[in-house]
T-cell receptor, first 112, second 114 residues
């Protein structure tokens, strides 16, 4: 089955700096890659996603890149703000089903 | 908000007991997935229901079972509870009936097994 690895497990940055979180996946049939943000005690919230026919996608301060050949994808957050502090999860799935395989998460802390 | 609701929000059980968790979606989508999220880990896929039939299952034992009703609300049942079943249980539904896989989560049920 699919295996998703996520690095780093913790990331601390200064406000205004950029943050990058990286994930690798094992199943070449996976073609949908969402990112979720989870604040303490709350549900995971979808913040951005990318499909395998696209190499990069941006939404304001957030961008995701995908390298299908290397089977890795990354989340980039620019101009970080304290409210970006949360746990971020990457995930992968196939179009034929909606089962998501998640990474172990990255605790991002943005220091004011 | 996602329009996905779950009940109860918190639950405390003892080992060996049985529990039923519930999920409903305002959109009444015909697909629902359940995930278990242990403390400090990513969500793990339990199973998915599509039009009231199980449609895929993760690496969970048979004591984890589910139902989906004609109104597309759903239940997760866990029998013979074990301490390791303590976790946040999340249900998720897509936003539309198309082939895309955006999953939107409910707020979860926090289960504690003593």
């Amino acid at each position: 089955g699919e295996n998703v690895e996520q690095h780093p497990s913790t990331l601390s940055v200064q406000e205004g700096d950029s943050a990058v979180i990286k994930c690798t996946y094992s199943d070449s049939a996976s073609n949908y890659f969402p990112w979720y943000k989870q604040e303490l005690g709350k549900r995971p919230q979808l913040i951005i996603d990318i499909r395998s026919n696209v190499g990069e996608k941006k939404d304001q301060r957030i961008a995701v890149t995908l390298n299908k050949t290397a089977k890795h994808f990354s989340l980039h957050i620019t101009e970080t703000q304290p409210e970006d502090s949360a746990v971020y999860f990457c995930a992968a799935s196939k179009t034929s089903g909606s089962r998501l395989t998640f990474g172990e998460g990255t605790q991002l802390t943005v220091n004011p | 908000e996602t329009g996905v609701t779950q009940s109860p929000t918190h639950l405390i059980k003892t080992r060996g007991q049985q529990v039923t968790l519930r999920c409903s979606s305002q959109s009444g989508h015909n697909t629902v997935s359940w995930y278990q999220q242990a403390l400090g880990q990513g969500p793990q896929f339990i199973f998915q229901y599509y039009r009231e039939e199980e449609n895929g299952r993760g690496n969970f034992p048979p004591r984890f079972s589910g139902l989906q009703f004609p109104n597309y609300s759903s239940e997760l049942n866990v029998n013979a509870l074990e301490l390791d079943d303590s976790a946040l249980y999340l249900c998720a539904t897509p936003t539309s009936g198309g082939p895309h896989n955006e999953q939107f989560f409910g707020p979860g049920t926090r289960l504690t097994v003593l």
